[in-house]
């Protein structure tokens, strides 16, 4: 276990988050495809777990010497403060014990381990409030290595979801809006304008959503939402996507590989979309799913490729840069992920380590001042298929933190006018 020390600096850590909302700390180069899994999907993607349902954690180290892991839980209001509830009061049992469960790879010129860490386990054995989440990741230095937020959800609350093409004129043909409507049913919500808060997320990347967004006005016990440009997203358009499910042979989206110390894996050349028709491509809204031909266990079986990115694009001089992102990497900006220019072949080239399988992904231009601009690559097209959640949360006046009592979902493949 941690040593005692630990507990001190978390005290610590706890004390300065609980006046601040706190952001996610993305791994080091080293680990690779933080996932979660649950009982209702296996794709990487956004974590929103129901209240009782197990999921795992699982992630590799691209090392050799089986390092150990610690994990602790953090309950967290809304808006990512810290809530004011004590540990025993949102967790059955204690976190803040090694990670047990890993695997070394077998048959891969890439050595990893894969760990996987389930809750409810021995130790923790269940999470017994909705709300939101931190779980934290330490080595045995007591460093933090990475954190993951995730959800957990009951359905108390009817929430009804409908894409609808941008009300506003300027925006038809690149903006998509959702109308919500949420049924309190049996529950009674006290001054909803003031204890009830949606979260609207687009296709599962939370550093996008739409927050504090309170309800137009209320008919009986439902609460609706119809605004002209609150609620709305741009529309971007569809994922980009690949295949490495086979390291020997070209798959869908991969021009060419070759063998050094571990296969590469080389995409044809990108261009921007943003001046092109739509075109309909079905994608799987930015996430990823780990897959290999000829493998009973792509857990510690699926190898490792150097995926090499290229994009035709002229040079931005404004000081803007361009990544690539997607659920694979958290949609984090990170130095893994930013593309360079080269002036000899006039494009924007990047190389990411990654498992095998199966990927969406986006090339964006961040400026200057961080500003993320979607669509200037890829455009913005009222037609593209999204995927949205939203999250309703209701705190009860004299109530010590925000419960998590609505989900909704829906697709713009239904839009409407």
């Given at each position: 276990?941690?040593?005692n020390?630990?507990?001190?600096?978390?005290?610590?850590?706890?004390?300065?988050?609980?006046?601040?909302?706190?952001?996610?700390?993305?791994?080091?180069?080293y680990i690779?495809?933080?996932?979660?899994?649950?009982?209702?999907?296996?794709?990487?993607?956004?974590?929103?777990?129901?209240?009782?349902?197990?999921?795992?954690?699982?992630?590799?180290?691209?090392?050799?010497?089986?390092?150990?892991?610690?994990?602790?839980?953090?309950?967290?209001?809304?808006?990512?403060?810290?809530?004011?509830?004590?540990?025993?009061?949102?967790?059955?049992?204690?976190?803040?014990?090694?990670?047990?469960?890993?695997?070394?790879?077998?048959?891969?010129?890439q050595?990893?381990?894969h760990?996987?860490?389930?809750?409810?386990?021995?130790q923790?054995?269940?999470?017994?409030?909705?709300?939101?989440?931190i779980?934290?990741?330490?080595?045995?230095?007591?460093?933090?290595?990475?954190?993951?937020?995730?959800?957990?959800?009951?359905?108390?609350?009817?929430?009804?979801?409908?894409?609808?093409?941008s009300?506003?004129?300027?925006?038809?043909?690149?903006?998509?809006?959702?109308?919500i409507?949420?049924?309190?049913?049996?529950?009674?919500?006290?001054?909803?304008?003031?204890?009830v808060?949606?979260?609207?997320?687009?296709n599962?990347?939370?550093?996008?959503?739409?927050?504090?967004?309170k309800?137009?006005?209320?008919?009986?016990?439902?609460?609706?939402?119809?605004?002209?440009?609150?609620?709305?997203?741009?529309?971007?358009?569809?994922?980009?996507?690949?295949?490495?499910?086979?390291?020997?042979?070209?798959?869908?989206?991969?021009?060419?590989?070759?063998?050094?110390?571990?296969?590469?894996?080389y995409l044809?050349?990108?261009?921007?979309?943003?001046?092109?028709?739509?075109?309909?491509?079905?994608?799987?809204?930015?996430?990823?799913?780990?897959?290999?031909?000829?493998?009973?266990?792509?857990?510690?079986?699926?190898?490792?490729?150097?995926?090499?990115?290229?994009?035709?694009?002229?040079?931005?001089?404004?000081?803007?840069?361009?990544?690539?992102?997607?659920?694979?990497?958290?949609?984090?900006?990170?130095?893994?992920?930013?593309?360079?220019?080269?002036?000899?072949?006039?494009r924007?080239?990047?190389?990411?380590?990654?498992?095998?399988?199966?990927?969406?992904?986006?090339?964006?231009?961040?400026?200057?001042?961080?500003?993320?601009?979607?669509?200037?690559?890829?455009?913005?097209?009222w037609?593209?298929?999204?995927?949205?959640?939203?999250?309703?949360?209701?705190?009860?006046?004299?109530?010590?933190?925000?419960?998590?009592?609505?989900?909704?979902?829906?697709s713009?493949?239904?839009?409407?006018?």
């Amino acid at each position: 276990m941690i040593k005692n020390i630990h507990f001190f600096l978390l005290a610590i850590l706890t004390t300065v988050q609980g006046f601040s909302q706190v952001e996610e700390v993305n791994p080091p180069d080293y680990i690779k495809t933080i996932t979660f899994r649950s009982r209702t999907s296996s794709q990487g993607q956004l974590p929103i777990i129901r209240l009782g349902e197990s999921f795992h954690l699982e992630f590799d180290v691209l090392t050799t010497d089986e390092p150990d892991f610690y994990y602790t839980i953090e309950h967290y209001n809304y808006d990512w403060t810290r809530s004011n509830l004590v540990k025993m009061e949102y967790m059955n049992g204690f976190d803040n014990f090694r990670i047990v469960n890993y695997e070394n790879s077998f048959n891969a010129y890439q050595l990893y381990s894969h760990y996987d860490l389930q809750i409810p386990n021995q130790q923790t054995r269940g999470l017994t409030k909705t709300g939101n989440y931190i779980i934290t990741i330490y080595n045995e230095n007591e460093d933090i290595v990475f954190t993951r937020k995730f959800m957990i959800y009951q359905e108390q609350l009817g929430v009804g979801v409908a894409v609808k093409r941008s009300r506003d004129v300027r925006f038809i043909e690149s903006k998509q809006s959702l109308d919500i409507t949420i049924n309190s049913g049996a529950l009674h919500l006290n001054n909803p304008k003031q204890t009830v808060n949606t979260l609207i997320i687009q296709n599962n990347n939370l550093n996008t959503a739409i927050k504090n967004v309170k309800p137009q006005y209320t008919i009986g016990k439902e609460l609706i939402y119809k605004y002209t440009s609150e609620t709305a997203f741009w529309a971007s358009n569809e994922f980009r996507f690949f295949e490495t499910k086979d390291v020997r042979g070209a798959n869908v989206g991969v021009q060419f590989i070759d063998l050094k110390d571990i296969y590469n894996s080389y995409l044809f050349v990108d261009g921007p979309r943003d001046n092109q028709p739509y075109t309909y491509n079905p994608d799987i809204n930015g996430n990823f799913l780990i897959t290999a031909i000829d493998r009973d266990n792509v857990d510690i079986e699926a190898d490792y490729t150097d995926v090499h990115f290229s994009l035709l694009f002229p040079e931005l001089t404004d000081g803007s840069s361009i990544y690539i992102y997607g659920n694979f990497n958290n949609y984090a900006l990170e130095p893994q992920n930013k593309l360079v220019y080269n002036g000899d072949s006039k494009r924007y080239t990047g190389v990411i380590r990654l498992k095998q399988g199966f990927y969406n992904y986006k090339y964006v231009i961040v400026d200057a001042k961080g500003a993320i601009d979607e669509g200037r690559i890829s455009g913005n097209f009222w037609q593209t298929e999204n995927n949205y959640k939203v999250l309703v949360y209701y705190r009860d006046l004299g109530a010590r933190y925000d419960q998590l009592l609505g989900f909704g979902e829906a697709s713009s493949v239904d839009i409407s006018n």
